[in-house]
């Protein structure tokens, strides 16, 4: 909704009388839109000012104790093991996550693009999983990928038992502070079932971006002698980046806050290998009563996921204007 | 179309009004409750819950205008009931008498922010004094002050066994570690797991830990630890790590992805030959797996523990700040009787915190350990947060899920003695 601009006497006095009705529009839209401008500063800025206060502040027991403690806990945080830990799972789920939830998606999109019969039967079944809560999720890869029962009795036949997610194995890894550094063989445990339950959402984002290019683009491209390779290549998948950048938003806000899912699959893990931030701090505040540190976990992830969403939004912004 | 939107959205409606009628019904209580007596605790199992309810209907039979309520909240070993009790004392809206651990858990949180009344009265009234073992009663007082009803005892250092894989062994309990380690090299090299793990909730490893610190220290020198008197990373707290870290090698590999249940199933088929957990273990060998007590599976205490109950103790106490207090009181006072012991305890599969009930109301099981209980020395149990503080223990179980992967003594202790700064 845009000013106008008057440019005579004429569309001046139109003007007014438009901004008139604009300003009771505007009002009404204010108060309606009043109420839950309220709530969300107060229940969600104003929260999250509070838990970065409590981040700051001694209550590590339950007395509340809100003296000043600098920057005690995330100092803590960083030199402690399981966080570490955290913080290695978290950047290697995020990259098997996105990575995987991208490729399938699109490869899927891809082949359900070339009109074939029963494409919108396909289009649900892997659509389907999405509809499922992640701790639904997490309890049937559990069971699925459970070293004792679950694939593993099929995989036996082959002689071969993966340990899944209890593998304590660090891949390529090597000493970083407390822990081993590197590719945590669990979490691709966890991963899949990630991949399994998100790729569905990438899937649906790819088709609707691949049907929103127009066909005449790509008789274009065939009359001009591209092959179908080339087509895809350069013609089509260029024109899909849009789509790429919003899934990645959101996989990556996904995966960052990652919780249920771990939680009620494998919980932290033998030696922390599928602990994430979320979990730790579920349980160090509401088990161990530390409330400054999961405070600081809290602020540590928000933080984290600010790195992705905050230049988005500034992109979205010079977008619209 | 039109049809099955309108459609959808009934059922979408219907199912957020499903979802906040069964939420209002357990939050929508506490508004009515100022003068009723809500009851919280984290009993929502099969045989606790029932307990729960013939204590409550005990309590209804004495004083039928008394308004009761049972509030508890389900999940997690109470992990979830903690935070929401947690939440309700910090905001000033305690219930009426709440479910804690005797020992740290009372003691060094509720105890310790001054936001409980003390029961001397309650148990010179009641002539309370010496129905209790002493020790008892010291778990559940700070600075000579007593303030919570012990309502059941358990005892977590328990070693239960697969009866039959012994016997056609030939192999007989093991009573010390050097037994053990021999009735477990000759499983071994059966092909049988010796001993059964579930530690995919790290505290099952924690409580491995505890029946083996005092095995090795002795219940003096154990209770020492926790007053501080003996040094995290003494002699003797290393040797029991060392005989932790030797233990381990004999579990069952997939251990991460079980919870003590799965362990003790193992043993239940078969699969396994031991299991060291809490005596709440009998209650799932017997209802759930259907096995019979010295039959299926016995049970002894954990390696050089005899003499030793390492006892885990639910209690009630009075919160600050009620109107009702006389009427809680009430409820204590029911909850500490014979009565109300016995009621609860046979259903619940524990035994009774007082020395004077009626025996013939307990199993086997239950008649072997109230008389150990009568006589063993009593130590608090560090697993389940009678001990030390719950961020001491949190930080423990840390501590224990890295051991159990990498093994690391030197690390192991550094890491008890750091986070031994939480014991004051």
Known sequence: METVKPTNSQSVIQATRKKKKLSSDHLMALVFLLPSFILIVIFVYGFIGWTGYVSLSNWNSLIPDFSFAGLKNYLYLFTDFRFQADLRNTLFFTILFIGLVILLGLSLAILLDQKIKGESIFRNLFFFPMALSFVVTGVVWQWLLNPSTGVNLFLKTFGIHPKWYTDTTILAGFKWGQIEFGLPVAMIAVGIAAVWQMTGFSLAMYIAGLRGIPDETREAARMDGATEFQIYWKIILPQLRPITVSVIIIMAHISLKIFDLIYSMTGPGANFVTDVPGVYMFETTFRGNYYANGAAIAIIMLLSVAIFMVPYLISSRKGEA | ?424
């Not at chain 2, 380690?181 to 530690?199: E, H, R, S």
């Not at chain 2, 086997?364 to 560090?382: M, R, V």
């Not at chain 2, 423990?396 to 750091?418: E, P, R, W």
Request: with cysteine; aromatic share 10%; hydrophobic share 40%.
């Open chain 2, 1 to 424: 179309m039109k049809k099955k939107l309108i459609l959808s959205f009934l059922v979408v409606f219907s199912l957020i009004l499903s979802a906040c009628s069964s939420n209002s019904s357990s939050t929508g209580g506490k508004e009515e409750s100022k003068g009723k007596l809500d009851i919280f605790s984290w009993w929502t199992g099969a045989g606790e819950e029932d307990g729960l309810k013939a204590l409550i209907a005990l309590f209804e039979e004495k004083y039928p205008d008394i308004p009761i309520e049972n509030a508890a909240v389900a999940g997690g070993a109470g992990t979830n009931a903690k935070a929401v009790l947690a939440s309700r004392m910090q905001g000033n809206d305690p219930p009426a008498t709440f479910q804690v651990h005797g020992g740290s858990e009372l003691n060094d949180s509720w105890v310790a922010a001054d936001k409980m009344e003390n029961l001397n009265e309650l148990y010179k009234e009641e002539g309370w004094n010496d129905k209790f073992p002493k020790e008892l009663i010291d778990l559940v007082s700070k600075d000579g002050n007593i303030y919570s009803v012990p309502v059941n005892i358990h005892r977590s250092n328990v070693l239960w066994y697969n009866k039959k894989i012994f016997d056609e062994n030939g192999l007989k309990a093991p009573t010390t570690f050097t037994e053990f380690f021999y009735v477990a090299d000759a499983l071994k090299a059966k092909g049988i797991t010796p001993l059964a793990l579930g530690d995919k909730e790290p505290w099952t490893a924690t409580h491995l830990f505890e029946t083996i610190l005092l095995g090795v220290l002795g219940p003096e020198d154990y209770k020492k630890i926790w007053t501080g008197d003996i040094a995290l990373d003494d002699v003797k707290v290393m040797e029991a790590a060392e005989v932790f870290k030797k233990m381990l090698t004999y579990v069952n590999e997939d251990h991460s992805s079980r919870n003590w249940q799965d362990a003790s199933q193992l043993v239940g088929n078969g699969e396994a030959a031991m299991n060291v957990m809490g005596d709440w273990a009998k209650g799932y060998f017997v209802n759930d797996l259907k096995l019979v007590v010295n039959e299926d599976f016995g049970y002894i205490p954990t390696p050089e523990t005899a003499g030793d109950f390492m006892v885990i103790t639910d209690t009630f106490g009075l919160p600050k700040g009620l109107k009702n207090g006389d009427d809680v009181k009430k409820f204590l006072g029911v909850l500490g009787s014979v009565e109300g012991q016995d009621a609860f305890n046979p259903l619940k599969g524990s035994i009774p915190a007082r020395i004077d009930s009626d025996v013939s109301k307990y199993d086997q099981y239950g008649k072997d350990t109230i008389e150990d209980f009568k006589t063993a020395n009593l130590t608090p149990s560090l697993a389940h947060g009678s001990a030390a503080p719950e961020g001491f223990v949190t930080k423990v179980n840390q501590a224990v899920n890295i051991f159990v992967t990498q093994g690391d003594v030197k690390q192991f202790i550094g890491s008890l003695k750091s986070a031994g700064s939480e014991l004051k």
